[in-house]
């Protein structure tokens, strides 16, 4: 997606003013459904994100089910009004690649081996989409999932990086992704920096591949602490300490 | 399917025959709205409603495209409704099913039978060019009513509706073009008790269901009758009534909600 | 570490060092360190760091009393939820009516509500109840509301002590089960007073002070239902 769009400028100011390894403004906020086992609503930047977990529960038909552990189920799915132009319901081949990414990257530190027979469901709704989506409803699933009380060696996070205008930047936004040179998605368990998801378009030479993969980590990392701050916000708050 | 314990559903049915229901409420009272507008930036309109629980987003795109041949100089609307499983342990993946279908064309007629969208205003060229509305309900969280959770959100979205001209470079912004809102008002009957605006576990056992929509005037201006029992004639004058009464105070909040 | 200290933990929160602790419930170990693997609260009993989950399914244990709703009736067994990530199996070996084969949906049809008690769990986490005791039964009448699992030691309290206060000042009969059904019996404003503080219970748990607070609510509305009826 060559183009010799300005996407940033001399003073290394970006065109929403971000420097090069700024992120967008994240919210999170845990426990937001009343019928879901789990929940999640994400803002990041223009992204609108509501994840929801049910689960596990007994995985039907029976022919699905393993029988040593438990089967992960992401879906991600955007709503029609969601994008600039109107996206006709229902998954498309996009959204099922997506949602196989994501399921994979989750199952990777679900204690799936707790649950036999039985299906985890974990459902991410783009309400309103600004470039990097996966990124975002991966990371609102991680809290989902631990909003549910699902067992968990971590909780993953992803952030992406990519280029433009020959420059490694953090945290693509929507003109940067559709005009940019390179979109690199990753997701990590963050204790143990594990790599779950990874995703590249464009073109990167190694070098810069290192930098923008450093970028991306480092923005896990940090959203890594506000899946944390949101989780600990909703139920630590009404555990009164008495000295 | 979650199974519903027969002690719950004889327990509401006991206590509708003292004229209780199991949140308090009395048969015609509504449960909490909340309306929240302008909240999806890629959309032309939108809006979020929450009545008690439930939640539902509402979201209005636009587009040109080719009028029907029977009203060539009239825009185009049309509605679909996502039941998606992010609401409810009983919804599953996949194409819409009859209750989604039957939602979105209920939540349609009632727009367009109350002409609320003045469409002879959204013709560009006749016969050609018209303006396409897409109205896309997405339910969020399922605690009961989505029928009316999703019509009001519909208007609050209708409402706060820029028609894009800009984008498509044919001339400034401008407000949709609208008429008074029709206001629609669900009632569902179990165990010889009709009851407005139901929880989910009053819909889990209802035997009939009824929404109507009313104007201004208190005429009735769409109607539509669910699940497979019955109502007397009775019944559905106080429908009809609880709809006109409640619908009062509902356009209230929704006017409210729609000037901030 | 103060006893009144309720620490919440996330997953893989660090929780301390396998040279001094063990991994208990909801713990587990890499490379020497203990980690919490679910959303809950730090319990640390003697040696062992145990995390007592806030949210999720029921987890059953045998011998736990629970309220089962009858999903189908089989040839000679019902299957039964009980809000676990597994449908329960009632053998008809393990209730106390004499039942012929087939028979089973004349004692127990779906929708029916039954107090057992957890009999197995296997390997599988295949999972069998019974109604082969005192207390356990069909359950007739009442109410029958859905807490989380996670909240019954509170709803129960130390010892039963929020339990008796609910019964004895809104006179009705409830019983919790460990799965998180709680059935009600009685006057339509005792079980609509038990409702409401129950779910003041879900929404308080983790504070402390809470039983007197429950106890000051329901004098507060005993005075005001004495004062209303005097008047």
Known sequence: MKNDKKLINEEGRRLDGRRFDELRPIRIEAGVLHRADGSCYLEWGGNKIIAAVYGPREAIPKHTQNPLKAIVNARYNMAAFSVEDRKRPGPDRRSVEISKVISEALENV?????????????????????????????????????DAGIPMVDIPVACAAGKINGQVVLDLGKEEDNYGDADLPVAIAPRTDEILLLQMDGHLTLDEFEQAFELAHKGCLYVSELQKKALLEKYASIAEEVS | MTIIPSIKRDYLCKLAEQGKRIDGRRFDEYRSISIETNIISKAEGSARVKIGNTQVIAGIKMDIGEPYPDSPDQGVLTTSAELVPLASPDFEAGPPGGEAIELARVVDRGVRESEVIELDKLCITPGEEVWVIFIDIHIIDHDGNLFDASSLATLAALFTTTVPAKRFEIGEDYPLPLKEPPVSVTSVKFNKAVVVDPSLDEEDIAEARLTVATDSNGDIRAMQKGLSGSFTREEIRKVIKASIDNGIEIRRILMNAIRK | MSEKKRLVVIPSQY?????????????????????????????????????????????????????????????????????????????????????????????????????????????????????????????????????????????????????????????????????????????????????????????????????????????????????????
Request: glycine fraction near 8%; include cysteine.
């Open chain 1, 110 to 146: 679900i204690l799936t081996e707790q649950f036999p027979r039985t299906m985890i469901n974990v459902n991410i709704e783009v309400l309103d989409a600004e470039a990097g989506t996966r990124c975002a409803g991966l990371t609102a699933a991680g809290v989902a999932l631990a």
């Open chain 3, 15 to 231: 929780l301390g060092e396998t040279s001094r602790f063990k991994p208990g419930h909801g713990a587990f170990i890499r490379d020497g360190k203990i980690y919490a693997e679910r959303l809950g609260i730090l319990h640390v009993n003697g040696s062992y760091m145990n995390v007592i989950p806030l949210k999720g399914r029921y987890s059953p244990i045998v011998n736990d009393f629970v309220i089962g709703i009858v999903i189908e009736p089989l040839q000679s067994s019902w299957m039964v939820d009980i809000n676990a990530p597994y449908p329960a199996l009632l053998h008809t070996e393990e209730v106390p009516w004499d039942i012929e084969f087939g028979e089973t949906a004349r004692f127990l049809n779906a929708g029916d509500a039954v107090m057992a008690k957890v009999l197995m769990v296997d390997e599988a986490k295949r999972i069998q109840i019974t109604l082969n005791d005192r207390n356990l039964c069909k359950i007739r009448g009442g109410h029958l509301i859905d807490v989380e699992p996670s909240k019954v030691p509170r709803i129960i309290g130390k010892q039963g002590s929020m339990i008796a206060l609910l019964k004895k000042y809104t006179r009705c009969r409830i019983f919790v089960g460990q799965n998180g059904r709680v059935w009600l019996d009685g006057p339509d404003h005792g079980i609509a007073q038990v409702v409401r503080v129950i779910r003041l219970i879900e929404d308080e748990a983790l504070r402390f002070g809470l039983t007197n607070r429950v106890e000051e609510l329901l004098k507060k509305e005993a005075k005001d239902v004495e004062y209303y009826e005097k008047r």
